[in-house]
């Protein structure tokens, strides 16, 4: 900070003024550090207009700003101001309108997704999740086990459900009591895992060694499985899991008999998940899930799911 005043004090032309104010922009966004680091940036955002606003020579650049604002708002956490402020580098049209374009185009799948917790909004910034990552949407953004348990009676019998919100307690027979997973212990999100594992999703398991390998990252494939197998299990449609077997595939890059193919359909076929390239007809399956794209489907399937639960007071 003692370095950036300097640089202030030392800039000698409106340009190195509005040189350092974008500076000190960038480097305070990046830092990140107190609670109100994003109020700096404000403070430097409008010390660069002001420049503006007293050397029209400069109008060129003034796009510059909105951008850097736009970041700072999108680290903050602060969507929807970070819409506005690219929205008005797109209005300017004075630069960065290509990268205030995919911005935008993140942003609007996010606040449309309306993430609830603070960690769904964190996750909606990451360009590739987890699997630690997709058990903490699960839990906290879908709300799983309230779905689950909200479901109806003859579901539980008929998978023998154990309610997630028990605690676990071992057979008073067994001696010893196998792990979930033994490479989740001192993981951040080990509770969301352990209750993902306890209800069996898809595509969510630790392998035969008891490994749930929280930070691989997953495909769309893999992603797709998951939320047919959430989609079936909560409305008891077994017959939707070979409902596309047989059929012409309609991606150029999944073959029917691909082990995916009927969750892509199924997920493709709802609206749940879009195609990675609309024109070519791709699905992508090997491509990586971003968390903005998690966070959408998620809040699409959950509003198609509501219909099949009991409410809270039913």
């Not at 185009?105 to 996750?123: C, D, F, M, S, Y």
């Not at 059929?247 to 999944?254: C, E, I, K, L, Y």
């Not at 073959?255 to 024109?279: E, F, G």
């Amino acid at each position: 900070e003692n370095l950036l005043e300097k640089a202030l004090n030392k800039a000698g032309s409106p340009n190195e003024e509005l040189s350092v104010n974008l500076l000190a922009m960038r480097t305070i966004t990046a830092r990140a550090e107190g609670d109100d680091w994003i109020e700096d940036v404000e403070d430097h955002f409008n010390d660069a207009l002001e420049v503006f606003e007293d050397h029209a020579d400069l109008q060129a650049s003034k796009a510059e700003p909105w951008y850097y604002l736009g970041q700072s708002y999108e680290k903050a956490l602060r969507f929807e101001d970070a819409q506005n402020a690219f929205t008005e580098v797109l209005e300017l049209n004075r630069g960065f309108t290509r990268e205030a374009n995919h911005a935008m185009e993140q942003l609007n799948k996010i606040v449309r997704a309306q993430p609830g917790t603070r960690h769904g909004r964190e996750l909606a910034m990451i360009e590739q999740i987890t699997r630690a990552d997709m058990a903490a949407l699960l839990m906290q953004e879908l709300k799983l086990a309230d779905l689950y348990s909200r479901n109806a009676t003859k579901q539980r019998e008929e998978l023998k459900f154990e309610s997630p919100t028990k605690d676990f307690i071992p057979p008073s027979e067994s001696k010893i009591e196998r792990p979930l997973a033994s490479d989740i212990s001192k993981h951040p999100l080990r509770e969301d895992i352990e209750t993902v594992l306890k209800l069996q999703v898809r595509g969510l398991e630790s392998n035969p060694q008891f490994l749930f390998f929280p930070n691989k990252e997953i495909t769309r494939a893999e992603y797709a499985l998951m939320l047919e197998d959430v989609l079936i299990q909560v409305t008891q449609d077994t017959d939707q899991s070979t409902r596309f077997v047989g059929d012409t595939s309609p991606f150029v890059d999944v073959r029917p008999d691909a082990y995916y193919y009927n969750a892509a359909r199924t997920l493709v076929s709802r609206n749940i998940m879009q195609l990675q390239d609309k024109v070519r007809g791709e699905f992508g399956p090997d491509r990586a899930v971003a968390g903005a794209d998690a966070l959408l489907s998620l809040r699409l399937l959950k509003d198609e799911l509501q219909r099949y639960v009991r409410s809270p007071s039913s």
